[in-house]
């Protein structure tokens, strides 16, 4: 990428490093940049000298990489406050993660839960679910009924089809809006750039031993001088996975499962009961994208998304018991579908207003359902939820001097959603309507934003940045009027919230920088808080209450840099975020009555609620250290504690403040040849310091001295290695887990895998 300060204006080379820069004759300044090298800065006059050739020195520590995340323009990393981790893509075959969620884990900095294995929730700075945004292109992922559970939708992007990943820490919701409280995180998909040309494609099989995977991708681009096309395609098949067989407990076993035999349920003994009989599924994955030269300094972009997966079994209601019996006979997510067209206009043009525009236009369309029966039952409840959701937002970039810049914005989103139930008999399959989940309702969203970025002194550097955001939802609950006496038919709601962030970066030298922070965040309330029925765990339903108010995110950091020759890099930061006016589950009546009957048990009622505060400190550490020229040793640690008000005004450690965890990893490089050698890690997290709320789920957690569920600590061991064949073929192998551990993270629903072996195989023209 070839850019100058001023003006807005970047060229990007082609697969054989070339490009025209004449658009840049004369220019004092200009910056050369590719991420896992060096920066470059030179004038025209000395590129004419080295006839126009620039060679770039690599860079273990990529000090100044190129993001996004935190201005939705790119930035240089070292000019923004705010922490944001940037994963090399470059690694993700040598590393192989299962899903896009187990890409992010890898980063060391993000915690991830499953529930099953077609999952995966990623937990930031003691946030997560509805309180983490998603942005995919530009695009808001998040919807009005992501929920303030654990979330699965990260799996639904394609890893294979992945170019860029960000992760930013903390509030960002001056740019991304509601959600935004723990963090963002950002994914940029594969694209043909302008400067290439001709037909190139890639080929890849993957197969892992503990997953019984079989996963297959290719991508085919072709470009002119005007036209581009990228055209990915992906299937992955999954096993019922297999936990390892050392350490751990035996309540981690699957002893037995469900089949349904001569229109009977039958309990079966498991024959193997290291393997998690029930968790198996597949998942199809195409993309299409189109991009068009338009203009001499304008483009327009076309992408289309899809994503559908099997019924994905939920493994840890599979397990759940009851006086000493299965509760569930079956628990299934239906197929997860999302789908998405973008159109993205973009325009470089130095005018008096900006000198870069991006105008995109988003429809998404999601789906997904819960099927259940419980053991023996007749018949089962199936309950679907599609969402149709329109987004437009505006970008402006206006360089002011060659040490100022400002962004700003608008963006309108809108989600329509519509809820149904029905109740099945499985051996007739006669249907009968029964209570959905959601009522059918419509949220909106209109906000306008701008942040201003100036460099005060060589050695001082200044952020600041607002949003006004107004939300509105309308619901209608007639579709539950039959099956609960609510005391309402409709709810109409609107609300203003105003967010921002002020930072400083203090850089007393170029080798080491300190930067506070302060910045808030919000939640609006959606239609999953509002309005959902659903029992949220045994002998407890979940009902709707309209009178809900946002939540605010008010947090303060300060994050530390500094390096050494540009041999070794330390970074640590500190963090404290306060949550108030916290939408939790409380205890609550519905008609006067504080438990009805849901689905023919009597089930405790309860209601989302602006009824507590939370709060979430700690600190994040991390080091690389470049050893050698072939050598890179890093190794990353996250400690927070998070504790939430209770109804008796007593306070809870929080649900998602995952216990300590790290990642240490040992990197070699030589030639064609790759070696990671690492170790992830978590603590433990005793009785006395769960969450209330989860100290009833027995059936995920090991038991302590005192019969007592608790989340022990684990470690595990990992090589993986790549090599590059000639010019077209790449291959890479991995031993994961390398002792067999049996371990479940913290909060998880399934336990994770065994010793795996994973073979990717990639062919590239």
């Known amino acids: 990428m070839i850019y100058k300060t001023e003006g807005g204006v970047i060229k990007l080379t082609n697969q054989d490093g070339k490009v025209d820069i004449g658009i840049f004759q004369n220019e004092p300044k200009l910056y050369f940049q590719l991420f896992g090298y060096s920066l470059v800065s030179t004038s025209w006059q000395e590129l004419a000298q080295n006839n126009f050739q620039v060679l770039l020195q690599a860079d273990y520590l990529t000090l100044d990489a190129a993001v996004i995340s935190s201005s939705r323009w790119r930035q240089n990393q070292t000019d923004i406050p705010e922490k944001v981790r940037r994963l090399d893509q470059s690694k993700l075959l040598l590393r192989n993660p299962s899903n896009t969620a187990d890409w992010l884990g890898s980063s060391g900095e993000v915690f991830i839960q499953k529930s099953q294995l077609g999952g995966g929730s990623p937990m930031i700075r003691g946030f997560s679910a509805n309180r983490l945004l998603y942005s995919i292109d530009g695009v808001r992922m998040n919807t009005a009924i992501f929920r303030s559970g654990n979330l699965q939708n990260v799996i639904s992007l394609d890893p294979f089809a992945i170019e860029n990943t960000e992760i930013q820490f903390g509030p960002g919701s001056v740019m991304y809006g509601s959600d935004a409280i723990g963090g963002v995180m950002v994914f940029e998909t594969l694209s043909r750039k302008l400067e290439s040309s001709g037909l190139s494609g890639n080929f890849i099989s993957r197969f892992s031993s503990a997953y019984a995977e079989k996963s297959f991708h290719g991508d085919l681009s072709y470009g002119s001088d005007k036209l581009k096309f990228i055209t990915s395609a992906s299937y992955f098949d999954y096993g019922d996975l297999k936990m390892g067989k050392n350490g751990g407990q035996d309540s981690y076993l699957r002893p037995d499962f469900v089949v349904r035999e001569n229109d009977t349920d039958v309990v079966k003994v498991n024959p193997d009961p290291l393997k998690q009989v029930g968790s198996a599924y597949s998942q199809l994955n195409l993309m299409q994208k189109v991009l068009w030269k338009s203009g001499e300094n304008s483009t327009l972009d076309y992408g289309f998304h899809y994503s559908a997966s099997s019924d994905i079994p939920r493994y840890d209601r599979l397990i759940e018991k009851r006086n000493g019996q299965l509760r569930f006979s079956r628990w299934d997510y239906g197929p997860q579908i999302w789908m998405m067209n973008n159109l993205k206009w973009t325009l470089r043009k130095k005018t008096d207003w900006f000198d870069q525009v991006k105008i995109i236009f988003a429809q998404q369309y999601f789906e997904e359902s819960r099927i259940d029966r419980r053991l023996g039952a007749g018949s089962e409840f199936d309950r679907k ?66 942040s201003y970025h100036r460099h005060l002194s060589e050695k001082w550097k200044f952020q600041s940045a607002l949003r006004y955001n107004f939300t509105e939802i309308s619901a209608d609950f007639t579709n539950n009027a039959d099956f609960f006496p609510l005391p309402f038919t409709e709810s109409k709601d609107k609300h203003h919230s105003l967010t921002g962030n002020l930072g400083l970066i203090y850089s007393p030298e170029p080798s080491f920088s300190i930067s506070p922070l302060i910045s808030t965040g919000f939640r609006a309330p959606n239609v999953d808080d509002i309005g959902k029925i659903f029992d949220s765990e045994p002998g407890a339903v979940i009902v709707p209450n309209p009178d809900l108010k946002p939540e605010y995110a008010y947090n303060a ?68 250290w470049v050893i050698s020229n072939n050598w890179v040793f890093l190794t990353r640690y996250n400690w927070q504690k998070g504790t939430e008000e209770l109804d008796d005004q007593s306070q809870s450690p929080s649900r998602h403040a995952a216990p300590a965890f790290g990642l240490s990893r040992l990197s070699y490089q030589t030639g064609r040849l790759k070696i990671d050698f690492s170790a992830q890690y978590s603590a433990e997290r ?7 709320e989860e100290k009833s789920k027995t059936f995920i957690y090991a038991t302590d001295e005192n019969g007592n569920p608790y989340s022990p600590s684990w470690l595990v061991v990992n090589l993986n290695s790549s090599f590059q064949l000639g010019n077209y073929f790449f291959i890479s192998a991995g031993l994961e887990n390398i002792g067999d551990q049996r371990y479940r993270p913290y909060s998880s629903g399934i336990v994770a895998p065994g010793r795996n072996f994973t073979l990717s195989l990639k062919a590239s023209f």
Not at 575 to 598: C, H, W
Not at 605 to 618: C, D, H, P, R, S
Not at 686 to 692: A, G, V, Y
Request: proline residues 3%; glycine residues 6%.
């Open 686 to 692: 005793s009785f006395e310091e769960m969450p209330n």
């Open 385 to 450: 939820e599609k969402v149709n959701a329109y987004s437009l937002n505006a970008d402006f970039l206006k360089y002011l001097n060659d040490e100022s810049h400002l962004s700003y914005g608008a963006e309108w989103v809108t989600n329509q959603v519509e809820s149904t139930g029905i109740q099945r008999a499985i051996e007739t399959s006669i249907e009968k309507p029964a209570s959905s989940r959601y009522p059918n309702s419509n949220w909106n969203s209109v906000a306008v934003y701008g």
């Open 557 to 624: 950091e300060i994050n530390l840099n500094k390096h050494f020759e540009n041999r070794l890099k330390l970074d640590l930061t500190g963090f404290y975020t306060f949550l108030d006016n916290a939408m939790v589950r409380r205890p609550y009546t519905l008609d006067g009555k504080s438990e009805i009957i849901y689905d023919g048990e009597e089930s405790k009622v309860l209601a989302i609620q602006n009824a507590a505060f939370a709060k979430v400190y700690g600190i994040q550490a991390g080091l690389e």
